[in-house]
């Protein structure tokens, strides 16, 4: 196969946007995209590969295994292996868990499946996940199993060309991204059938290119410079925020195809693509894609808050230096036949997998070792249970509507705690009150306390945000059959704006997000109200956008002052500034109490806003109370009796 230096440089044009995009670099919000780009140019090579060597009789499936195989497995074995390590030393049981299923999933090239169950690729938590990036190898790797073995089933019955297949296979494939986006975004995201669309764009180049008599595709200035254009664009103007890999993945992709087909090495764009600079990195992309991400990954774990830019730009130049050692030293000297013959590469890459396997088994199988020593006097089990999960009164009270006897403390309450994990999170704080009002729990992760509206898209599927309009429905309806509720207490993030809306109706709402929030919520309290309750809303501890429960353990564990991780009140989150505006302008129509009050007694001076009690987190993530700290804030502040007599001072002038 000719080889062309352009490509080699367009390899450059994919990774850098995907490294910079990782560190932070808000220029290059949309340089996920460099992954889609990397698609089309597998797409086109492997598909080039397997239909030359048709034409000539010489393809055999055994040899391109075994050439795929010197190609990935080298270098991807080092830098996972080089992980393993730091992930003992610095993770937290839960994430090591995570880790060692990662260490299974990489060799059984199921990554992509394993990331689209345990996280959204665009939320903090994923960036924590050293071997998060191994998803895009494994759809080229499930890609390398199946699509060879089409292409020789196709060669051998010849019922239907290869390009009308391909062309085939691609429509339906980017028809099930478009539909996947409304109905599971992170499948959408992570798998094959779902991406096979961008590689099939590559392949059908090939088959274009190769075609029986073609003549050479003449080089086309404009094209290919539209090209380069396409996928600048994508880089610079995508965000974590754009629908992706839907319809607008065809501008990077059809970018990277234009750019294939008519930037040939007489263009400006194909010249530019193949100086040096650009193919020195081309060269290297490979290993610099896999060292980049573990890198930026534990930077993180190893950093109280977030890291610094200039620290992420030098790991991202470090990850470019240990790109050129492995390229040298390892991806180089494995695909050398003469230094490792084909059974060499095979034992190697069979044995590397049952050990990776062996050691991933061991880890998650041990709940990530939480008997770790962490520091001298405490193990990593301790982080854990700082950190658990606060479901309030039972984990049986995050699901859809339920009247269960785990998720009330009498059987007659006079209180109703409704919302998603932020009404969860208050459950405790309730129960440690002075004032012992008795108060059921109706909560569901991600259902907003509100009538006929749900969010919806991103962390909130359309099926899960139908279930969260039929709780609200459920929990209005038993509200009115109720005597012997006085108090409905809502609580919700109340970031509403960053989300689409669903009506009751079926209606997704993109714009004016905020004044049809404030609507629903006005007539949720007139509803409540209707039915002599009084409804009071708890505005969301502050938050500033970290982690601020794993900042609390990090500073423990790296023995750094916990005090660190205080913060003033205005370095709080544009959410948590939008939520207190949004609670600002319901003031008039129904009461609410301030967690930020609470958390932040001396608000507007130079006090700071205390994370931590007598050693432990009041924190447990970015935003949630943990469950010591929930109990805290109940304990010195009586949480259920402010908010009973906050309620029943308003409800009394009205």
């Known amino acids: 196969m000719e080889y062309r230096r352009e490509i080699d440089g367009l390899r450059a044009v994919a990774v850098l946007p995907v490294i910079l995009f990782h560190a932070g670099v808000e220029l290059f919000s949309g340089g996920f ?10 797409g086109y090579l492997i598909t080039s590969i397997i239909l030359k060597e048709q034409q000539t009789g010489a393809f055999s499936l055994v040899r391109f295994y075994e050439r795929r195989a010197r190609r990935i497995l080298p270098a991807l074995f080092l830098v996972v292996i080089a992980c393993i390590p730091f992930a003992w030393i610095w993770l937290l049981p839960e994430d090591l868990k995570s880790f060692g299923k990662s260490l299974i999933a990489v060799p059984t090239f199921t990554s992509n499946i394993l990331f689209a169950r345990e996280s959204d690729y665009f939320t903090p938590l994923a960036e ?86 073609a003549k050479k595709v003449a080089s086309n200035e404009l094209l290919g410079a539209l090209g380069l254009v396409l996928i600048l664009v994508s880089v610079f103007a995508f965000t974590e925020a ?81 790109a050129y050692i492995s390229w040298r030293y390892v991806e180089r000297p494995f695909r050398d036949k003469k230094k490792f013959s084909q059974r060499q590469i095979f034992i190697l890459s069979g044995a590397s997998s049952a050990a990776l396997i062996l050691v991933g088994v061991t880890i998650s199988s041990n709940d990530g070792f939480a008997s770790r020593s962490a520091t001298d006097n405490m ?16 984990p049986a009270c995050d699901h859809q509507f339920t009247l269960t006897d785990e998720c009330t403390t009498s059987p007659s309450p006079k209180m109703i705690l409704w919302g998603d994990s932020y009404g969860m999170h208050l459950a405790p704080a309730l129960e440690s009150s002075e004032t012992n009002i008795p108060f059921r729990q109706h909560t569901m992760s991600s259902c907003i ?17 139908e279930r969260c309009l039929a709780q609200g429905t459920n929990v209005l309806d ?23 809306l669903l009506t009751a109706d079926g209606d997704v709402i993109t714009q ?13 309290v007139e509803v409540i109200r209707a039915n002599g309750q009084k409804p009071i809303f708890v505005a969301p501890p502050p938050n500033t956008g970290v982690d601020i429960g794993r900042c609390f353990t990090r500073a423990l564990l790296f023995a750094a002052d916990p005090q660190r991780c205080d913060f003033s009140p205005d370095q709080m989150s544009a959410d948590s500034q939008q939520a207190y505006r949004l609670m600002s302008q319901l003031s008039e129509h129904a009461p609410f109490v301030s967690l930020k009050s609470l958390i932040c007694p001396s608000e507007g001076s130079a006090e700071t806003c205390e994370v931590s009690i007598d050693g432990l987190p009041l924190y447990r993530d970015d935003g949630h109370l943990s469950i010591t700290g929930s109990a805290y804030i109940g304990k010195t502040n009586d949480l259920t009796g402010l908010i009973a007599t906050t309620a029943d001072a308003f409800w009394a002038n009205k």
Request: proline residues 6%; hydrophobic residues 55%; contains cysteine.
């Open 512 to 524: 004016d997000k905020e004044k049809i929030a404030l609507d629903h919520l006005k007539a949720t």
């Open 242 to 322: 754009t629908p992706f890999p839907g319809l607008y993945a065809l501008i990077p992709t059809i970018g990277t195809g234009l750019i294939i087909l008519f930037a040939q090495a007489d263009t400006f764009v194909g010249r530019l693509l193949a100086t040096r600079a650009f193919v020195g990195l081309g060269l290297i992309s490979y290993s610099a894609y896999l060292w980049h991400h573990p890198l930026f990954a534990f930077a993180r774990h190893r950093s109280l808050d977030t890291p610094a830019l200039d620290l992420m730009l030098g790991l991202a130049a470090l990850s470019i230096f240990l």
């Open 33 to 42: 995209v460099g992954v889609d780009v990397f698609f089309v140019i597998s």
């Open 478 to 500: 038993w509200l009115a059959t109720q005597n012997t509720i006085e108090y409905v207490v809502l609580a919700s993030p109340f970031t509403y704006i960053k989300f689409d």
């Open 128 to 213: 924590l996940k050293p071997l998060l990036h191994t998803w895009s190898l494994a759809v080229e790797e499930q890609f390398y199993v199946f699509f060879p073995i089409l292409l020789i089933l196709a060669h051998k019955w010849r019922t239907v060309s290869n390009g009308v297949l391909i062309a085939a296979i691609g429509i339906i494939s980017l028809c099930l991204a478009q539909w996947g986006l409304s109905t599971n975004p992170k499948i959408a995201f992570y798998f094959l059938p779902t991406r096979a669309w961008e590689l099939m764009i590559g392949a059908l180049i090939a088959v274009y290119v190769l075609r029986p008599n």
């Open 379 to 394: 193990a990593f089990s301790d982080f854990d249970r700082m950190l658990a999960p606060n479901h309030g009164l039972s």
């Open 449 to 465: 306390p509100v009538t006929g509206l749900s969010i919806v898209g991103n962390v909130v599927s359309p099926s899960r945000a």
